[in-house]
């Protein structure tokens, strides 16, 4: 089973600036890696599918990147409603199924 | 503009079976391209796979879970259920149903329904 570790658990920046969030799986091998964003009392929202692909209506600050076993999202300009809870997400190929991250949250 | 509304009863008393079931608007269940599931959040934020099926009736499970997890899916009323069997304490969480389209994320959630175990 795959064990996804996000760093730092909690992250203090001003709106403007650049954050990056990353995700680590324990081994690597064929999966997808996608990006949610949870608000509280909110359900989680798709940023990111497929390592880099930006779901619809999710700006273009947001992007991610990674291989293997590290992967990263980073927002290029915080504005104030991205602070929020940020997950990362494993996804086998197959069969289906998947395991999120422990989260890293963003606080203003 | 797809929309998916959780109901059930909230409160379960241990060792019974919690019992949900997810309705889908605005969109269609039987769509190929999709497989339907529950995703729950424990009162520390933890986020868990339960489960997932497919319109035809294949499911996949968390196999930490798989023992006491059953879902099934009702294609004429567009829902899909979740039953959990034996629940303890630890079973206590927001239960969302969700759309997962595999390869490009679980891009659908309902906004949850919280569900404690408790006598």
């Given amino acids: 089973e795959i064990v996804l570790t996000q760093s730092p658990a909690t992250l203090s920046l001003s709106p403007g600036e650049r954050v990056t969030l990353s995700c680590r799986a324990s081994e690597s091998h064929s999966y997808f890696l996608a990006w949610y964003q949870q608000k509280p009392g909110q359900a989680p929202r798709l940023l990111i599918s497929d390592t880099s692909n930006r779901a619809t209506g999710i700006p273009d600050r947001f992007s991610g990147s990674g291989s293997g076993t590290d992967f990263t999202l980073t927002i290029s300009s915080l504005e104030p409603e991205d602070f929020a809870t940020y997950y990362c997400q494993h996804r086998n190929n197959w069969p289906p199924g998947f395991t999120f991250g422990p989260g890293t949250r963003l606080d203003i | 503009q797809l929309q998916l509304e959780e109901s ?45 099926i497919f319109y035809t009736g294949k499911t996949y499970y968390n196999p930490s879970l798989e023992s006491r997890v059953t879902l099934s899916i009702d294609t004429s009323k567009s829902q899909f259920s ?38």
């Fill in chain 2, 8 to 52: 059930g009863p909230r409160l379960v008393k241990p060792s019974e079976t919690l019992s949900l079931t997810c309705t889908v608007s605005g969109g269609s269940i039987s769509d190929n391209n999709y497989y339907w599931g529950w995703v729950r959040q424990t009162p520390g934020k933890v986020l868990e796979w339960i489960g997932i």
């Fill in chain 2, 82 to 119: 979740l039953r959990l069997t034996s629940v303890t304490a630890a079973d206590t969480a927001m239960y969302f149903c969700v759309r997962d389209a595999s390869r490009g994320g679980t891009d659908y959630w309902g906004q949850g329904t919280l569900v404690t175990v408790s006598s």
